[in-house]
């Protein structure tokens, strides 16, 4: 009997010792990198053409683990005022009131609820999309993360891209008109799509280096 419980006891030893079976090795905190990343959005114009616009600045923070993606959380914050439609009196009322009203709301935000269905590089990450002052739960369409890789400094970098489709007049923004022919002056739907580029924070990065 004592024999086994030794036995028992050295097993439980080295398996703390190693802590590669309860540590969480893979588990990461990862910055959105803001020079390295950003957002898009098209919307139908008089039912005949597409405008494209930019956002030039995104910051936030993702938690994601490589073994359990499921358990991934994404916070991310997107500087309104910086839409960017090529046209500057354009992008001049899209940040005023009629539109964005950046004044009073200068960030579109993300906050993630739940990952459905993640699969081969593709999951749909659940979430509340906060615009205008709106707050709604959108869907977006996530391919990634990206094997991780060194930049040329030695910080641990993944890539994503991410996608979905709202409906501008449910948060709020509900500026355009009819035309003679009966069609929208402006789309009420908008396609948003995203890029990210994330790097390890150096606390994931110490943590993983010492579990192996």
Known sequence: MNCISTKVSI??????????TLSPASAATWKIDPA?????????????????GDFS?????????????SKA???ADIDVSTVDTGEPDRDK??????????????????????VIGAKDGKFKLVGDLTLHG????VTLDVDG?????????????IGASASTKINRKNFGITTGGI???????????????????MTKEAASVSTNSSTK
Request: glycine content about 8%.
């Open 73 to 75: 959380k994404v916070s």
């Open 36 to 52: 390295h990343s950003h957002a898009q959005f098209s919307i139908r114009h008089m039912m005949i053409s597409n405008v494209r």
């Open 57 to 69: 600045r995104i910051s936030g923070v993702v938690d994601y683990d490589s073994k359990n993606i």
């Open 134 to 137: 709106v707050t709604k739960e």
């Open 145 to 157: 993360p990206t094997p991780e890789i060194k930049d040329p400094k030695g910080n641990v970098k």
């Open 93 to 114: 009322h899209l940040r005023g009131t009629d539109f964005f009203d950046v004044g009073k709301y200068p960030a579109m935000m993300f906050k993630s609820k739940k």
């Open 11 to 20: 097993l439980a030893a080295l398996v703390l010792a190693s802590g590669s």
């Open 179 to 197: 035309m003679d022919n009966g069609g929208a002056l402006i789309g009420e739907d908008v396609t948003i799509s995203i890029d990210l580029e």
